[in-house]
């Protein structure tokens, strides 16, 4: 059977890897990002399955799924055009994805899905770090956190944890690391960014304690508090947290190998692996 | 519903390179196609983003305006226009 071998919570920033370029590896957001990517190879993942919040790229309004799953042998990105990012196409892994739809849907979560699509900066700036070869495949599961109504955090993590039963499930001896990735507190060009800056972190304190209840695997008070009106007191993105909180059923009561913020961009990078 | 017809010319100006340069270089006729309201069209192109935000335009999609430079947009003028909406519910 397939095994979940660990498990990480990174932010996508799409002007990171300009940054890091720009600035070189010892920069702050090239530490965070190696220290990930080392745990990460040493988890020596079959597989990759990111929880991951779409900004309106590979989902519109036309068509706007709250819970969806990529269905394809590969797929490519970024789409949105993030500066000093090529093009890269990502392998994946339909028969698993298929596997996982199936039994999700079994447990009462409709997910989406979708066979042809691309991705932008929320999937492929995270990858740009750790995985350059792209030689990992990678599943990615959708969660609209940027449109509100949100999803509950509840059911998010009640998805997360009927993804991972489903993943544990798969008839192949897999090691998968689960990933969830986005903010806690961040508004994008909204009224809440920064005097003169494209974005802006308008609640650190909730970033802070979504930090802390995280590390403390408090995750019944995150739920709780992980309100729609504090995602979104939290900024225009805050609902990015609900990837966090679906991926977090893949790791149970382990505590994290490190929760390192971020907070000038009120996120976080954190690890978790046993196997 | 032409809510919906902002934000889907926001993003053509990521999408579509030849109408990133249609509407840098004559706006009013490149969004001449859209089916707006009035308010939606003057606002849009005055960059007045203040008004879009309030009509339901999403704040993301909108940020593709300055990042091009379109509709007499950049950075510093997008960002003191949107920033007179922070009394707002969040949304």
């Known amino acids: 059977m397939a095994q979940i071998v660990g498990a990480l919570g990174v932010p996508h920033t799409p002007f990171y890897p300009f940054l890091v370029e720009r600035e070189g590896p010892q920069c702050e957001t090239a530490q965070l990002f190696a220290a990930v990517t080392a745990e990460l190879e040493a988890m020596r993942p079959d597989l990759i399955v990111m929880f991951d919040t779409d900004h ?77 070869k792209m030689n990992v495949p990678v599943i990615p599961i959708f969660v609209a956190g940027h449109v509100p109504p949100l999803p509950s955090a509840r059911r998010c993590f009640e998805l997360g944890a009927a993804v991972k039963r489903a993943l544990e499930s798969f008839p192949e001896n897999l090691r998968i690391a689960v990933i969830g990735t986005g903010s806690f507190s961040l508004e994008v060009w909204g009224p809440r960014s920064a005097p003169g800056k494209t974005d802006g972190v308008p609640d650190p304190e909730w970033a802070k304690r979504a930090c802390a209840l995280v590390g403390d695997g408090a995750y019944d008070t995150l739920i709780a508090e992980a309100s729609e009106a504090q995602m979104l007191k939290a900024g225009n993105v805050g609902g990015e947290i609900l990837n966090w909180i679906a991926m977090l059923p893949s790791v149970g009561v382990r505590k994290p190998k490190f929760v390192k913020p971020q907070m000038d961009q009120g996120h976080a990078y954190a690890a978790w692996s046993w196997s | ?40 069209r003057t606002a849009l192109l005055a ?31 997008y960002n003191e226009r949107i920033r007179t909406c922070a009394g707002d519910m969040p949304r």
Do not use: W
């Open chain 1, 56 to 132: 309106l790229n590979t989902f519109f309004f036309d068509n706007l799924p709250v819970f969806a799953i990529g269905v394809t042998d590969a797929f490519k990105g970024p789409n949105d055009e993030p500066r000093s990012v090529p093009i890269y196409t990502i392998p994946s892994r339909p028969d698993v994805a298929r596997h996982v739809r199936a039994a999700a849907i079994a447990a009462g979560f409709d997910l989406a899905m979708t066979q042809q699509f691309t991705v932008d900066h929320s999937v492929v700036v995270p990858l740009h770090f750790m995985t350059p």
């Open chain 2, 1 to 40: 519903m032409s809510v919906y017809a902002v934000n889907h010319l926001c993003r053509e100006v990521l999408r579509d390179h030849a109408f990133r340069a249609a509407i840098k270089s004559d706006p009013a006729a490149a969004i001449a196609k859209y089916d707006l309201t009035d308010e939606e």
């Open chain 2, 47 to 77: 960059g007045d983003v203040a008004t879009l935000y309030r009509l339901g335009v999403n704040a993301f999609l909108m940020g593709y305006l300055p990042r091009f430079e379109v509709c007499g947009l950049n950075l510093p003028t």
